[in-house]
């Protein structure tokens, strides 16, 4: 064989293999899906220690001031 046709067939070898980058796309998608939720759970996290402060105050009267530590 000759190098042209090498190459014709290698050329008709890979022609059935269609769009890696629309075959792949959902894997993109799935990702930024669970990326999205996982940063709203994140967010839903914001400002805990603000929602409880009477017991965050509470607690700091019946133990100390002193924060975290001896």
Do not use: C, D
């Not at 669970?34 to 967010?43: D, E, H, P, R, S």
């Not at 603000?50 to 530590?69: I, L, V």
């Amino acid at each position: 064989m000759n190098l042209v046709a090498q190459i014709a067939m290698a050329a008709a070898e890979t022609e059935g293999h269609g769009n890696v980058a629309a075959e792949t796309l959902i894997y993109g998608i799935i990702a930024a899906v669970v990326f999205a939720a996982l940063g709203l759970v994140t967010l839903s996290y914001r400002n805990v220690a603000n929602r409880h402060s009477a017991k965050a105050e509470a607690y700091a009267e019946k133990h100390g001031t002193g924060g975290h530590g001896h």
